[in-house]
């Protein structure tokens, strides 16, 4: 029998790291913290918050707009990435809630798809780096809120920590790419960079 590659082992640790982490969430007792992350979690999917606030930010013209409209843009190409390539190509089972003994008031439905990586995370992550480099004083408040999206997907049981953290590297990339496009865009290849209003 040969021996592992390294690559191989150091696979292997973090998939026991990871698994390690998911079950000492799971074992920890939050019923204060449990309907209320459940809900969060619910109300991600699709990613109605952050389309919410897109809209809202919409409505406020300007620089409002336009970070809606970037925030959007990022959590499309984050969606795709995630849903149409990541999940497709890893096919990374979800985890088994029985075995790690998920509590009943945590859990939402167990999404058919791949695990890897959090759709939910990279979206909302995408969203909020997007719109926090227009609006910078709401770059906090969304990370923070993309951040609780991330852990309640490990709090309910549908996602690893290895799944979301992933996500998340996704939904930056995806805005970085957004912005990067956007800037190509307006200015042109060569141009130089004119401050403007938005």
Do not use: N
């Not at 998911?22 to 007792?29: G, L, M, N, Q």
């Not at 300007?62 to 390539?85: E, H, K, P, T, Y």
């Not at 075995?99 to 939402?108: F, G, I, K, N, P």
Request: with cysteine.
């Amino acid at each position: 029998m040969t021996e592992p590659t390294a690559s191989a082992a150091v696979l292997r640790d973090l998939r026991a790291v990871d698994g390690a982490l998911y079950a000492a969430v799971a074992a920890t007792p939050t019923p204060a913290l449990d309907r209320t992350l459940r809900r969060l979690s619910r109300a991600a999917d699709h990613s109605k918050i952050s389309l919410g606030v897109a809209a809202a930010l919409a409505l406020c013209g300007g620089r409002g707009r336009r970070a809606a409209v970037l925030g959007a843009g990022s959590l499309a190409v984050a969606s795709v990435g995630a849903d149409l390539l990541g999940k497709r190509l890893v096919r990374r089972p979800r985890p088994d809630r029985e075995a790690a003994r998920v509590t009943v008031d945590r859990r939402v439905p167990m999404p058919a798809s791949a695990a890897f990586p959090s759709g939910h995370t990279a979206a909302a992550v995408a969203f909020a780096t997007a719109v926090g480099t227009v609006l910078p004083p709401a770059a906090v408040p969304l990370g923070a809120l993309a951040g609780a999206v991330g852990y309640a997907r490990i709090h309910t049981g549908v996602h690893y920590p290895g799944d979301v953290a992933a996500g998340a590297v996704l939904g930056i990339a995806s805005a970085a790419l957004t912005l990067a496009a956007t800037a190509r865009g307006r200015y042109g290849c060569g141009q130089p960079k004119v401050r403007t209003a938005w």
